[in-house]
């Protein structure tokens, strides 16, 4: 819920968009976890089921090494305008 907060502030306008939000995380969640990126404790509660203590693997940290680095090497290949035009 503190996920869906900070990434979704304005989910908590109504009951459909807090549902939508929701579904929208978890999936994002449970795709990572799938993938090996991250785990955390499942928990169930009335029918929805919650993550805590979500943490990168070691292959989850592995990757977001790796993406970082592709995101400034992206930034640095940029073209620039010729700044003495």
Do not use: C, W
Request: net charge positive; charged share 35%; glycine share 4%.
């Amino acid at each position: 819920m503190h996920l869906m907060r900070a990434l979704k502030p304005q989910s908590e306008k109504s009951p459909e968009q807090r549902k939508q939000a929701y579904q929208e995380i978890q999936h994002a969640i449970e795709t990572l976890i799938v993938a090996k990126l991250i785990k955390g404790k499942r928990r169930s509660t009335q029918g929805d089921v919650y993550y805590d203590d979500v943490t990168l693997t070691m292959k989850g940290e592995a990757e977001s090494i790796k993406q970082k680095r592709r995101v400034k090497k992206i930034i640095l290949d940029i073209p620039r305008p010729d700044r003495g035009s």
